[in-house]
């Protein structure tokens, strides 16, 4: 069972980082390695988080949050996340919790952006209510308008990454001794290998359509192949 306290540490940041990705102030603070970096260390475990939060972010480069398009929403979902995989002091453990955690944090952004969606069409009907105030350049209405839908997404992010945290940690706990079949680097060699995979995808369909991007793309996996062998 989770503390009531940290509960609420965990639902207060998941709320924060929920209105920095779409709505106010848009800092970065939404990014899946800080998000979950955040829920590790309020559950006591920075670098587990902070590793949650990398693998997470392999999979967020692929997303382009702009115009119309709908993609999931990884703060809340990263926060989650990374309480899930904090269990300070047993890194055997987090290693078998990772991959679970990855997965949780994945299906919990998907229903995040769901919920965005939903915002969005009820942001909709408060504008449509204020129409004519609108048009007739209301700057009392505009203000209403915005107060009203930064509040309802401040509540919306609390609310969403305090159901992912009571169902993530307590599928945790009850799947500890199904995990105790796995060894640890069984479990972090899958991991890695499904993470590099999304994110060398995620690269590919950024630069295929630049010029000249093998050179550039090859020049980069050398780079980074001669930081690893020499570090």
């Known amino acids: 069972m989770i503390d009531p306290v940290t509960l609420i540490h965990l639902t207060i940041v998941g709320a924060i980082v929920g209105l920095d990705f779409v709505s106010f102030p848009q800092a970065m603070l939404s990014r899946p390695l800080v998000s979950a970096t955040l829920g590790g260390w309020l559950c006591g475990d920075t670098a587990s988080g902070l590793l949650v939060g990398v693998l997470l972010e392999c999979f967020a480069l692929e ?33 078998r919790t990772l991959p679970m955690a990855v997965l949780c944090g994945l299906c919990a952004a998907m ?31 505009l203000v209403s308008v915005h107060w009203t839908g930064m509040i309802l997404d401040f509540g919306r992010a609390g ?56 050179r550039y793309l090859l020049v980069g996996l050398l780079a980074g192949a001669a930081v690893v062998v020499l570090r």
């Open 159 to 214: 609310a969403v990454t305090a159901l992912f945290v009571m169902v993530m940690l307590p599928l945790r706990a009850a799947l500890v001794d199904a995990l105790h079949t796995v060894s640890g680097e069984t479990s972090l060699a899958v991991v890695a290998v499904l993470a590099t995979g999304v994110a060398g995808g995620a690269v590919w369909k950024v630069v295929h359509t630049a010029r000249d991007y093998v």
């Open 111 to 141: 229903v995040g952006g769901q919920t965005l969606v939903w915002l969005r069409r009820f942001n909709l009907s408060v504008a449509e209510r204020y129409r004519d105030a609108l048009a007739a350049g209301d700057a009392t209405a």
């Open 63 to 95: 997303t382009m949050p702009f115009g119309a398009s709908r993609y999931p929403e990884w703060g809340p979902a990263a926060v989650a996340a990374g309480a899930m995989a904090a269990v300070p002091g047993n890194a055997e453990l987090v290693a």
